[in-house]
């Protein structure tokens, strides 16, 4: 490692963290994979060394609770989770900085303004707020490696936790880092300390007593850091920024003054009020809620913020430009003769081709049952053409929903909650157990694809791997749906339309908590699947556009004919999963014979 | 009325199917009533295989009996079945080499199956030569008709040797008759 | 519209199928075929027995003959070789032509009188309340299977096949297009043609099975192709799936073809004698 | 006209070949074999189709299948075969297919003695098919008889659309007697009655003529009707209506009712007979002879002798019996035409059932001895 | 412009999910690290990668702040696939100049519209002095695999930007698979070529609407309420009515397939069309007709 530092990397925000950490000297590091958290602990196993621990755990609070633990015992350790994982692990998140840590406990939660990826946006820097910790906001790939350093050594210095709070564009953000030297760390062997670790409720009012005591004099520590940096140009204007919005201001309005602050709890407030006083006029730009704005108001300074910058999404250069002109800063530009360019397509996320999630869904739409969905990419079964899902919350609360449905008196149609493996050993347990303790009259569809596909195919607790290893003992899904008491589990192939079919149906018509597992990887992680290739035979195709109805990206219309659409299969997406040609009602879908041109054999 | 019932009996395959046949459309030549009756099935293919001819210058009401007026036995089985009864005063035929039937008295032995190797070559013919013998027996047939009837139902290549097996058994009869009391073949 | 529409008594119709019944599907491309080819259906003879499939018949206008269980190949026999110009169509069911009536099937097959049989295989003995059929699959449970069926299934194309069918061939309700397809050829076909057509029983073994409504189980049907399903044991799976009592997968399509002289043409019976040179 | 001696099972061949039968469907069974050997030889030389089948219902089957193609078809078989049959003899009933049913009694039940004969099926030609339907049977008494029923077996099948069994024991199937080959003429060969009107909407195929026989044409003619086992209207079209029903079937048997008047049974010495022997077949052969002898020996003895065993000739019993005191029956069976005496003699007459079981037909001593004992008894006959 | 150490610019390469976008974006990113320069380069991860919408958004100079790039201010469109292309073409500066692929990848969704069969994606190239569409994927073939028409596009900008072949050479090196290298350098090389070398087609034909009009009639007293055809129908025309018979709920979007007819089992539907209608007079009520 230390050969490599002085050189300069191209590295994704996330993957800047995971090697500032380990420059911090991590040794363990752990998480759950969230878009766009994922890939720091994911590079972190690529590049750490062998004794270092990276692997995912199987939830977020699971991940903190470990974390917690390890930093007792005295490694330093990274817990990377997305802004909705915080949520999972808010129990644990709220006592840690009563307890402390011993070795420094750097908690990465990544927030993703506009929802690319997630069910809700928040802003996560309130619960760290909350919790009374510190929040580091980087704003670029370097910013992102020297903040993390900075935090373990303030997590030390402070005895808590630390967040390092980044949104999607600073995650996935590639960009030039100088590592530095690593660190070279004391020893800081676990202490038997009961009095401060175990959470009595004595114990926890001298915790919260500790961490009361503890947030004046960080605020002091943060009015000096460095992090919080002050910089001066036209004193017309004086904005207030973290993170990305920083960026973005640096931008559009070069000339104007800033302070950008890397450290956003608790918040450097003499800094503040000096700087307020240096400009003529004050604006705080930051994405989502008005975090710095109600703190900078709150002092009693005026400053103008959500009233020009949007709360809801993400901010973006042309929004940030937007927000200055609607504040009068900025000219409108007159508007000159801009080029009229064709309306491009709407091409929003689909499941891939050969995805075994497909026939499951196909199946509910027939079969016409109230489906609860999960998070996952199977989520993507509420949309069109497959349409088969009526609601999604959050992770794991697809199996509550549907006990919630059912004790409501919901008898009209079958209750059926979809779930993906990774998920329900993330959070649909203890509702399955709920489930099966209450008696609830529904179905719960496993959708089994051996990975957590739709943040890149991560292991989990069913895989027998983790980010470092393998041959890891596995856990065997359909044994313990039937250990917690599920009345029926049925294993099905879900390339076998006919198979999921009845079993679906003979699941809803169970009556209790009936179990269907689907048992096909994902065709695209760990490893891209294929079989041989489907092509559709012209002359048989009607061009009915029952295939259509899965949705498969492969699938698409041959253009040349007049008085129907017949279908037609690129055969370069193809995977030959063979969904298609089984619902085929005119048997028009067959294999393509090898040798045609088209990749053939497995 | 006079009314003849005649029991042909032996092993499967010696013909006596044909022999009834031959003799049953000499009689219809010749303007009588007949009817026949075989053994069936697996008797036929048996030891003891029997066809039973009825002769009659008038309508024959019932075509059945179980004491034949005439036996022709070619082998002992048929003998042993058959022999023991015989309506009164019948008489019975049968092949000297190979049925031993000392002990009843209507009995005419004669070495049929000899007769036929030795003068036609055919012992097969045997069967032929026995209808000549009864053809005598019964006295209301022509040997001109039994003959034609022997060369007209015999099975292919068989018409000469079978019709001159009827000739040569007639004529063996004819010469022994002498010696046979006339009331033991009965008739008029 | 199907056009074989115009061919039905109107007068019976609605016909006495149960609500989703794959025969239905079956007689309708039947009757399309049949439209497609003749213009009247003087000369067609439709001969079934008994059971479900065999009521199909009585909806056709044609000649319609609904015999007795088993037999409706030997009637069919009787009537192609009496009146050798008919095209005689024989409609039967599993139960009716396995079972009861499986000897006539094997017969009809090694004559290779030209005659044309369509088996509507549901499975099950439908017109009597779900029986047992020598169709049944193992485990699938019937009214005299109450434990579950022990036996194994007949594969009908195979036994016809071996008894010498001339062409022999399988559909599937849920694929109505290969069905009139294979319906043409094997009238097409001069010799003896056998089409086992794979339907289901909606109201007696798809209760006992939970196996749903109509739709459900023309779903059911899409896995029967052993083409698409060896290429799929060709993909990984993460655990073995569990078995259902399920139809064992069977190839779709004409299963065998082969030319031998039809009994018509070795009889040498009116319009069969055989060509010049 | 030719003389010639042959079998029964041949003539009844050479009957059917004489009435037009250009259709035979059976399976091999002795002792009724001949009949499908001699056709086999005989139907394609004459341009009708000889098969084989596979078993006895499909032999039925493939016969009504013929059948309702236009041909006269026909079957021979045996008693466990004509069990086999019954069905089919039921179907051809009720939709009136006609068809001719060989039956050559063998001993029974089961495989009993396949080569020894019997009249055991009497009853089951009477009620071998499940439900109730009319019958025709006809039981020949020489191989003479064969011959002329085979003809009119097929006369009345066709004329009456109706399956008519003929039936006869393996004695007179494998007798051979002289028989004149009548020729029959070609108007003397009744036809089977077709439609009047031409095909069409409104055509009604099951509507009956004047003598209640459906004039059904053949497939194929252009007439398109269905044709069902089960009960039907006057389209052929199912139903289950009890009207309808009960009216098919009195017409079923209603038809059947002239029968008793073409076919009469045979009497013989019967118009001063103290004790009548009844019999048919073979039996009624042994019966004659034992009237002779039983004259000779001065007992007053006839022989009724149907040859229509059902319907039963009623009118001709009565006529033809009323006086005599004593009616021995004497079947090869353990008493089933009896039961149809029974029913039909007057209360002055003592009846008697006078089986012969075994598979040897009855002797003429037999019958003497039963005669001759009775009138020891004195009964009631003087 | 041409000292490649002083050179801002902004480059999106857009395309769709598996083309091989971000790999691009880094290949472009390391060549501008090899001059000194800034890069911020901003991906796209997570759901929108499964068949959506990718792009890298390159931004080079001396000093760049944001990943994103601001309308007006793109440079270089480099597209994997025609409409992400377009779909950038909004940002582009007035002088801003775009590399595309002909290759069309339709989503799903764009062939929603099945009654007309149009299809809701912008099939029809631009004939524009800027865009400068050419068969990459061709290219890529010709190179030796049809996957390389990435860096087909990518040396075909490299003639517009300073940088030298060997850096670029050098950052393939780098970022591609080593069994995949050579057939990616020759790609590199024929975009670079690409005038010469590769003819605009067509890759999609333009359609024509589907004229065939549909017309459905429905048998109701011969219905008998199995509800095949609502499960089968792929429009879900048809649902179950309170008589438990069916009922045409959107019979506008039949496209006349006829499964519905060829799978009800009571010959309750008709589905006819120009070729097949003979309305039946006296039974069944015509459901729905176009106008």
């Known amino acids: 490692m230390a050969t490599t530092a002085k050189i300069r990397k191209l590295l994704l925000g996330n993957e800047a963290i995971g090697l500032g950490a380990l420059h911090a000297g991590v040794r363990v590091a752990t998480g759950y994979p969230g878009t766009p958290s994922t890939e720091t602990l994911e590079y972190m196993a690529q590049v750490a060394a062998d004794e270092t621990q990276v692997q995912w755990a199987t939830n977020e609070k699971v991940a903190l609770d470990e974390g917690v633990g390890a930093a007792l015992a005295g490694s330093r350790v990274l817990v990377t989770m997305k802004h909705v994982g915080l949520n999972v692990a808010m129990d644990a998140w709220m006592t840690s900085p009563l307890v402390g840590v011993n070795a420094g406990l750097v908690v990465l939660v990544a927030d993703d303004p506009g929802m690319h990826s997630s069910q809700n946006e928040q802003d996560?820097?309130?619960?760290?707020?909350?919790?009374?910790?510190?929040?580091?906001?980087?704003?670029?790939?370097?910013?992102?490696y020297d903040f993390v350093r900075a935090a373990f050594d303030a997590s030390e210095r402070w005895d808590s936790p630390v967040m390092i709070r980044t949104t999607t564009r600073i995650s996935h953000l590639r960009a030039p880092v100088t590592p530095h030297d690593p660190d070279i760390l004391p020893s800081r062997p676990f202490q038997r300390n009961s009095g401060k670790y175990v959470m009595l409720p004595v114990n926890a009012r001298a915790g919260r007593q500790r961490l009361l005591e503890r947030l004046p004099q960080m605020t002091d520590w943060v009015e000096s850091h460095p992090f919080n940096q002050e910089e001066m140009r036209s004193t017309s204007i004086g904005v207030i920024t973290s993170g990305t919005s920083y960026q973005y201001v640096r931008d559009v309005m070069p000339e104007a003054s800033v302070l950008k602050l890397g450290i956003t709890n608790p918040l450097p407030e003499q800094k503040i009020r000096r700087f307020a006083q240096k400009v003529e006029r004050l604006l705080v730009v930051e994405e989502s809620e008005p975090y710095l704005e109600e703190s900078v108001r709150s002092l009693g300074i005026d400053a103008q913020g959500k009233v020009f910058f949007p709360r809801a999404g993400e901010l973006s250069p042309e929004l940030v430009r937007l927000g200055f002109q609607q504040a009068g800063i900025l000219e409108v530009p007159t508007s000159s003769n801009p080029a009229i360019w064709p309306e491009s397509v709407m091409r929003p996320p689909v499941l891939c081709p050969g995805c075994p999630h497909a026939t499951p869904f196909l199946v509910l739409r027939e079969i016409g049952?109230?489906?609860?969905?999960?998070?996952?990419?199977?989520?993507?079964?509420?949309?069109?053409?497959?349409?088969?899902?009526?609601?999604?919350?959050?992770?794991?609360?697809?199996?509550?929903?549907?006990?919630?449905?059912?004790?409501?008196?919901?008898?009209?149609?079958?209750?059926?909650?979809?779930?993906?493996?990774?998920?329900?050993?993330?959070?649909?347990?203890?509702?399955?157990?709920?489930?099966?303790?209450?008696?609830?009259?529904?179905?719960?569809?496993?959708?089994?694809?051996?990975?957590?596909?739709?943040?890149g195919g991560q292991a989990h607790a069913g895989t027998g791997t983790n980010l470092r290893s393998s041959g890891l003992p596995r856990v065997d899904i359909a044994a313990l749906c039937r250990t917690m008491g599920a009345g029926s589990v049925v294993v099905v192939d879900p390339y076998d339309v006919g198979a999921t079919h009845r079993a679906m149906l003979g699941a809803t018509r169970y009556r209790g908590v009936s179990v269907v597992i689907t048992n096909r990887p994902c065709v695209q992680a760990p490893t891209k699947l294929f079989g041989r290739t489907y092509g559709v035979d012209a002359n048989l195709c009607d061009g009915c556009q029952l295939c259509m109805n899965i949705g498969c990206p492969a699938l698409g219309w041959d253009l040349a004919t007049e008085d129907r659409r017949i279908a037609l299969i690129d055969a370069d997406q193809c995977t030959g999963c063979t969904v298609c040609a089984q619902i085929c009602p005119q048997s028009a879908i067959l294999p393509v014979p090898a040798g045609s041109g088209s990749r053939g054999g497995k | 009325m006079w009314k003849k019932e005649i029991r042909l009996a032996g092993s499967g395959g010696q013909g006596l199917g044909l022999a009834a046949t031959v003799l049953a459309s000499a009689a219809l030549q010749a303007g009588l009533y007949v009817t026949t009756l075989q053994s069936y099935g697996p008797e036929a293919r048996g030891g003891a295989s029997r066809s039973d001819v009825t002769l009659s210058d008038q309508d024959i009401a019932n075509p059945w009996f179980s004491r034949p007026a005439l036996l022709l036995a070619l082998n002992q089985k048929s003998w042993a079945k058959f022999g023991g009864n015989l309506a009164e005063g019948a008489l019975a035929v049968v092949d000297s080499n190979w049925v031993e039937a000392h002990e009843y008295p209507g009995v005419l032995a004669l070495p049929l199956e000899q007769m036929a190797k030795a003068e036609l070559r055919e012992k097969i013919a045997a069967n032929m030569?026995?209808?000549?013998?009864?053809?005598?027996?019964?006295?209301?047939?022509?040997?001109?008709?039994?003959?034609?009837?022997?060369?007209?139902?015999?099975?292919?290549?068989?018409e000469r040797i079978n019709k001159a097996a009827v000739e040569l058994g007639w004529h063996v009869m004819e010469q022994i008759k002498g010696g046979v009391e006339r009331e033991h073949i009965g008739g008029a | 519209m199907n056009p074989g529409k115009a061919l039905l008594r109107q007068d019976m119709m609605p016909h006495i199928l149960c609500p989703g019944c794959g025969h239905g599907i079956v007689m309708s491309a039947l009757v399309r075929v049949l439209a497609k080819r003749y213009a009247s259906l003087d000369q067609v003879a439709l001969v079934a027995g008994i059971g479900c499939s065999s009521r199909v018949v009585g909806y056709i206008d044609a000649n319609t003959l609904h015999t007795t269980h088993g037999r409706a190949l030997s009637f069919a026999t009787g009537l192609k070789l009496a009146r050798p110009e008919l095209t005689v169509i024989v409609v039967t069911g599993d139960g009716d032509g396995l079972g009861i009536g499986g000897n006539h099937l094997i017969h009809a097959a090694r004559r290779n009188v030209d005659l044309t049989c369509i088996l509507f295989n549901n499975e099950t003995y439908g017109m009597t309340g779900g029986q047992l059929a020598p169709t049944t699959v193992t485990q699938a449970f019937t009214t005299t299977t109450p434990y579950g069926n022990h036996e194994s299934a007949f594969d009908a194309t195979a036994l016809v096949?071996?008894?010498?069918?001339?062409?022999?061939?399988?559909?599937q309700a849920y694929r109505p297009d290969l069905l009139e397809g294979l319906i043409e050829q094997a009238l097409d076909h001069r010799g003896f043609s056998f089409l086992d057509v794979l339907t289901d029983c909606t109201e007696y073994f798809s209760r006992k099975?939970?196996?749903?409504?109509g739709s459900d189980l023309l779903f059911s049907q899409t896995r029967s192709d052993t083409e698409i399903s060896l290429d799929l044991t060709e993909w990984p799976r993460l655990q073995e799936p569990d078995g259902f009592p399920v139809r064992n997968l069977m190839p779709m399509g004409v299963l065998h073809e082969s030319n031998r002289p039809t009994l018509e043409e070795v009889m040498e019976l009116p319009g069969y004698r055989p060509k010049e040179g | 006209m030719a003389t010639e001696l042959v079998s029964g099972n041949e003539a009844c061949a050479r009957g059917a070949m004489a009435a037009g039968c250009n259709f035979f469907g059976g399976y091999p069974i002795s002792p009724s074999s001949e009949v499908a050997e001699a056709l086999a030889r005989l139907l394609p030389k004459n341009g009708g189709v000889f098969l084989q089948m596979e078993d006895e219902m499909g032999s039925l089957g493939s016969v009504?299948?013929?059948?309702?193609?236009?041909?006269?078809?026909?079957?021979?078989?045996?008693?466990?075969?004509?069990?086999?049959?019954?069905?089919?003899?039921?179907?051809?009933?009720?939709?009136?297919?006609?068809?001719?049913?060989?039956?050559?009694?063998?001993?029974?039940?089961?495989?009993?003695?396949?080569?020894?004969?019997?009249?055991?099926?009497?009853?089951?030609?009477?009620?071998?098919?499940?439900?109730?339907?009319?019958?025709?049977?006809?039981?020949?008494?020489?191989?003479?008889?064969?011959?002329?029923?085979?003809?009119?077996?097929?006369?009345?099948?066709?004329?009456?659309?109706?399956?008519?069994?003929?039936?006869?024991?393996?004695?007179?199937?494998?007798?051979?007697?002289?028989?004149?080959?009548?020729?029959?003429?070609?108007?003397?060969?009744?036809?089977?009655?077709?439609?009047?009107?031409?095909?069409?909407?409104?055509?009604?195929?099951?509507?009956?003529?004047?003598?209640?026989?459906?004039?059904?044409?053949?497939?194929?003619?252009?007439?398109?009707?269905?044709?069902?086992?089960?009960?039907?209207?006057?389209?052929?079209?199912?139903?289950?209506?009890?009207?309808?029903?009960?009216?098919?079937?009195?017409?079923?048997?209603?038809?059947?009712?002239?029968?008793?008047?073409?076919?009469?049974?045979?009497?013989?010495?019967?118009?001063?007979?103290?004790?009548?022997?009844?019999?048919?077949?073979?039996?009624?052969?042994?019966?004659?002879?034992?009237?002779?002898?039983?004259?000779?020996?001065?007992?007053?003895?006839?022989?009724?002798?149907?040859?229509?065993?059902?319907?039963?000739?009623?009118?001709?019993?009565q006529k033809l019996l009323g006086h005599a005191g004593i009616a021995v029956v004497a079947e090869m069976n353990q008493g089933q035409w009896v039961e149809v005496?029974?029913?039909?003699?007057?209360?002055?007459?003592?009846?008697?059932?006078?089986?012969?079981?075994?598979?040897?037909?009855?002797?003429?001593?037999?019958?003497?001895n039963v005669a001759e004992t009775l009138m020891q008894k004195g009964a009631r006959v003087l | 412009m041409n000292d490649p150490t002083q050179i801002h610019a902004n480059v999106v390469v857009a395309g769709v999910g598996g083309q091989g976008v971000v790999l691009a974006g880094n290949i472009i990113a390391d060549v501008c690290m090899y001059y000194g320069l800034d890069v911020k380069k901003a991906e796209v991860h997570g759901m929108s990668q499964r068949g959506g919408a990718v792009?890298?958004?390159?931004?080079?100079?001396?000093?760049?702040?944001?990943?994103?790039?601001?309308?007006?201010?793109?440079?270089?469109?480099?597209?994997?696939?025609?409409?992400?292309?377009?779909?950038?073409?909004?940002?582009?500066?007035?002088?801003?100049?775009?590399?595309?692929?002909?290759?069309?990848?339709?989503?799903?969704?764009?062939?929603?519209?099945?009654?007309?069969?149009?299809?809701?994606?912008?099939?029809?190239?631009?004939?524009?002095?800027?865009?400068?569409?050419?068969?990459?994927?061709?290219?890529?073939?010709?190179?030796?695999?049809?996957?390389?028409?990435?860096?087909?596009?990518?040396?075909?900008?490299?003639?517009?930007?300073?940088?030298?072949?060997?850096?670029?050479?050098?950052?393939?090196?780098?970022?591609?698979?080593?069994?995949?290298?050579?057939?990616?350098?020759?790609?590199?090389?024929?975009?670079?070529?690409?005038?010469?070398?590769?003819?605009?087609?067509?890759?999609?034909?333009?359609?024509?609407?589907?004229?065939?009009?549909?017309?459905?009639?429905?048998?109701?007293?011969?219905?008998?309420?199995?509800?095949?055809?609502?499960?089968?129908?792929?429009?879900?025309?048809?649902?179950?009515?309170?008589?438990?018979?069916?009922?045409?709920?959107?019979?506008?979007?039949?496209?006349?397939?006829?499964?519905?007819?060829?799978?009800?089992?009571?010959?309750?539907?008709?589905?006819?069309?120009?070729?097949?209608?003979?309305?039946?007079?006296?039974?069944?009520?015509?459901?729905?007709?176009?106008?």
Not at chain 1, 404 to 432: E, Q, W, Y
Not at chain 4, 91 to 98: C, D, G, K, R, S
Request: negative net charge; glycine residues 8%.
């Open chain 1, 369 to 455: 049952a109230y489906v609860n969905g999960d998070i996952g990419c199977y989520t993507l079964g509420a949309s069109e053409p497959l349409s088969a899902m009526d609601t999604c919350l959050s992770m794991g609360s697809s199996i509550g929903m549907a006990v919630g449905m059912a004790k409501a008196g919901v008898k009209d149609r079958p209750i059926v909650a979809t779930i993906g493996d990774s998920t329900f050993l993330h959070g649909g347990i203890p509702a399955f157990i709920d489930a099966v303790w209450n008696d609830a009259d529904i179905t719960v569809l496993i959708l089994d694809n051996g990975t957590t596909a739709m943040t």
């Open chain 4, 64 to 317: 009504l299948g013929a059948s309702l193609g236009g041909a006269k078809a026909m079957t021979a078989t045996s008693g466990p075969g004509f069990t086999l049959m019954q069905e089919h003899l039921g179907y051809a009933t009720l939709a009136e297919i006609p068809c001719v049913v060989v039956d050559v009694m063998r001993v029974g039940p089961s495989t009993g003695v396949p080569t020894a004969p019997s009249q055991g099926d009497v009853m089951q030609a009477r009620w071998g098919s499940h439900g109730d339907r009319a019958v025709i049977v006809l039981a020949p008494a020489s191989v003479q008889e064969i011959y002329e029923m085979t003809i009119i077996a097929f006369n009345l099948a066709e004329r009456l659309r109706t399956p008519v069994v003929l039936i006869y024991d393996e004695v007179l199937a494998h007798m051979r007697e002289r028989v004149e080959l009548l020729v029959p003429h070609q108007e003397d060969l009744w036809r089977r009655p077709k439609p009047s009107v031409p095909p069409g909407p409104g055509y009604r195929p099951y509507l009956a003529n004047e003598e209640g026989v459906a004039p059904l044409p053949n497939f194929g003619d252009g007439y398109r009707f269905h044709v069902t086992g089960l009960m039907h209207d006057e389209r052929g079209y199912p139903t289950t209506q009890a009207k309808a029903v009960s009216q098919l079937m009195s017409r079923l048997k209603n038809k059947m009712e002239p029968v008793t008047e073409w076919i009469l049974p045979e009497s013989y010495r019967l118009e001063d007979a103290d004790l009548a022997f009844v019999a048919y077949g073979i039996t009624a052969r042994v019966a004659k002879e034992a009237v002779d002898r039983l004259r000779d020996a001065g007992i007053l003895a006839g022989l009724f002798r149907p040859r229509l065993l059902w319907p039963v000739p009623v009118t001709d019993f």
């Open chain 3, 209 to 213: 099975n939970q196996l749903g409504a």
């Open chain 4, 341 to 368: 005496v029974e029913r039909l003699a007057p209360r002055s007459m003592q009846v008697l059932g006078q089986g012969k079981l075994g598979g040897e037909p009855m002797t003429t001593e037999e019958l003497m």
């Open chain 2, 129 to 158: 030569v026995a209808v000549g013998v009864i053809g005598v027996l019964l006295d209301r047939l022509p040997l001109a008709i039994l003959a034609e009837a022997a060369y007209l139902k015999a099975p292919k290549g068989f």
């Open chain 3, 161 to 171: 096949t071996a008894a010498g069918a001339t062409f022999v061939a399988r559909a």
């Open chain 5, 55 to 291: 792009s890298s958004q390159v931004r080079f100079g001396v000093e760049v702040h944001g990943g994103l790039i601001e309308k007006g201010q793109l440079n270089w469109i480099v597209g994997f696939e025609w409409a992400e292309a377009l779909r950038w073409m909004p940002l582009l500066s007035p002088e801003g100049s775009v590399f595309v692929s002909t290759e069309e990848i339709i989503p799903p969704s764009a062939l929603k519209d099945r009654v007309s069969g149009m299809v809701r994606y912008p099939l029809e190239l631009l004939d524009h002095p800027r865009v400068r569409a050419f068969d990459a994927p061709a290219l890529a073939k010709q190179a030796g695999n049809v996957k390389a028409a990435g860096v087909v596009l990518l040396g075909a900008l490299s003639i517009d930007l300073p940088f030298s072949l060997d850096v670029w050479n050098q950052a393939l090196t780098r970022w591609v698979p080593t069994k995949a290298l050579e057939i990616n350098l020759r790609a590199f090389e024929l975009g670079r070529r690409w005038e010469e070398k590769a003819p605009v087609t067509k890759p999609q034909p333009v359609p024509k609407p589907i004229t065939r009009q549909v017309w459905l009639n429905l048998e109701e007293s011969w219905c008998k309420g199995c509800g095949i055809c609502v499960n089968v129908c792929p429009e879900r025309i048809w649902t179950l009515n309170q008589k438990n018979v069916v009922e045409a709920l959107s019979p506008e979007r039949c496209t006349g397939c006829g499964l519905c007819e060829k799978l009800c089992p009571d010959f309750a539907i008709d589905v006819l069309t120009e070729s097949t209608i003979r309305v039946n007079e006296e039974g069944g009520s015509v459901l729905w007709q176009p106008n």
């Open chain 1, 124 to 144: 996560s820097r309130y619960l760290g707020r909350f919790a009374g910790v510190l929040i580091f906001e980087p704003t670029d790939s370097q910013e992102c």
